[in-house]
């Protein structure tokens, strides 16, 4: 998901470089067809294909699923890539952040993972972030939006919270099926989420993004590990850096919660 542009355009270019055929899920139609055709002109491999996908529409999940089900017969790999940091509320009555960013791909993931079970060995990556050391997750509160001067920010580090519950909490209930999840922070990255950042503090974040931050193609590499390097399995659920495996914080290992987050995530979504 996210495949246009950033860390999810990198990661597409270079899985599509090893051969494989690869599905660019985005929402933008005009980005979309001209990442696929980028790729495909880069790389000389003409299966990459752009298929819509809106995160901030579960209705929009069901149908790309569905259509995804009727046409492509394998499924190997799910990289759920696509965020927003941006405030605001989806058409299904949910916190922009936490819809796009967890609950839109939880239910993707749900959709597909018969699929993923009878292709397996297969892998869910789910591209989380450090932020979740600032999550708080209320059970009772999932999908609105938290109050606060900083309402925006701690609405983005609550979803990258679940980010990495969701793949330790999929580990545990997938075990012995040959289907594995890993959550990925990929680094401190100079991409276009920026551009959803308070206007007062785009003066501070933008230059040091230039200066200090990864590009995406170097921030790629850890989401490219977890999806394709051998040996990867005994670390399902795990939590991983540019450094490898990593514990998160307190509230990332937090297995009643992560529970709790996939209960009330099945409820919010309808399953």
Known sequence: TGGSSGIGAATALELARCGARV??????????????????????????????LDLA????????????????????????????????????????????????????????????????????????????????????????????????????????LANVLHARELATREQGTQVTSYAVHPGFVNTSLFRHAPLWLKP???????????????????????ATQDGLEPLSGRYFTDSGPRLPWPAGRDDRLARALWEGSKRLVGL
Not at 75 to 85: E, P, Q, Y
Not at 93 to 99: I, N, R, T, V
Not at 204 to 215: E, G, H, Y
Request: aromatic share 8%; glycine share 6%.
């Open 23 to 52: 599905i660019l899920a985005t929402r933008s139609a005009r980005r979309g067809e001209a990442a696929a055709s980028r790729i495909r002109r880069e790389t000389g491999n003409n299966e990459v294909q752009f298929m819509h």
């Open 57 to 160: 529409s579960l209705r929009s999940v069901r149908a790309f699923a569905s259509t995804f089900l009727r046409q492509e017969p394998q499924l190997h790999i799910l990289i759920n890539n696509a965020g927003v940091s941006a405030g605001g509320t989806t058409e299904d009555g949910f916190s922009l952040p936490f819809q796009v960013n967890h609950l839109g791909h939880f239910l993707l993931t749900q959709l597909l993972l018969a699929r993923l079970r009878s292709c397996a060995p297969s892998r869910v990556v789910i591209v989380a972030s450090s932020a979740h050391c600032a999550g708080r997750l209320h059970p009772e509160s999932l999908g609105r939006p938290p109050s606060g001067l900083f309402s925006t920010f701690q609405d983005y580090c609550d979803s990258k």
């Open 204 to 226: 501070l974040l933008l230059p040091l993004a230039w200066l200090l931050f990864l590009d995406a193609s170097e921030a790629a590499q850890v989401v490219l590990d977890c």
